[in-house]
Structure formats: C-alpha cells, structure tokens
C-alpha cells in the first residue's frame, strides 16, 4: 500500500511559479513511476507529466512542456512538480499518482495509487 500526499499548491498571479510536492508513505518508491495530473472544474482528468522510478526518463504534456518540470528525491520518497510561467488554463487541483513496475504513461489507468490531490489557481 502506498499513500500519497501533495502539497504547495496557492494562488498565483499568471506568469508566476508554484512548485508541488508529492510525499509516498509505504515501501519500495523507489521502484514505482510517478505521475501528474490535473482535474479544472467540469474537465476531465489530464495527464501532465510522469518520471521513470530511476528519473532517467520524463514526459510532459504538449500544454506544459517547456513550462514545468518533474523531478524526484527516492532518497526522500519525494516527487515535484515545478512550475514556471503559469497560466490561468493552469487552473486545476493536481493529483500525483504512483505506478507500480511501470515506465511512466499517460494512461491514468495504469496508475494504482493516488493523492488527494492540491489546488492551483492561477488569476489573470
């Protein structure tokens, strides 16, 4: 069982930067992926970015990339999101998730744990 708990998400002003924490209780993180996605009100979850467990490998919606960045500390069981220019489209609760054994995807199905979840607001 792994628990995930994200934080650092606020309000911004557009072109600001937030950085997200993603914190796993449980045992082995350093074997899982982990991913981002983001849920706005009335949207479907979107996928945003995952990292491989080992960090050599990372992907990155089209809508942010050049803009955020996943990083992750196994030592700390620890995933981040940095996010830099911000833009109010950027409005959303973001949720990390962990994926057992796996490479990284976009699929959200293929994640077996996810966290609560922490609100970004980005105002124009």
């Known amino acids: 069982q792994v628990q995930l708990v994200e934080s650092g998400g606020g309000l911004v002003q557009a072109g600001g930067s937030l950085r997200l924490s993603c914190a796993a209780s449980g045992r082995s993180f350093s074997s899982y992926a982990m991913g981002w996605f983001r849920q706005a009100p009335g949207k479907e979850r979107e996928f945003v970015a995952a990292?491989?467990?080992?960090?050599?490998?990372?992907y990155y919606a089209d809508s942010v990339k050049g803009r955020f960045t996943i990083s992750r500390d196994n030592a700390k069981n620890t995933v981040y999101l940095q996010m830099n220019n911000l833009k109010p489209e950027d409005t959303a609760v973001y949720h990390c998730a962990a994926e057992i054994g796996g490479w990284g995807t976009r699929d959200q199905y293929q994640y077996a744990y996810w966290g609560q979840g922490t609100q970004v607001t980005v105002s124009s």
């Open positions: 990292i491989h467990w080992s960090a050599t490998y990372s």
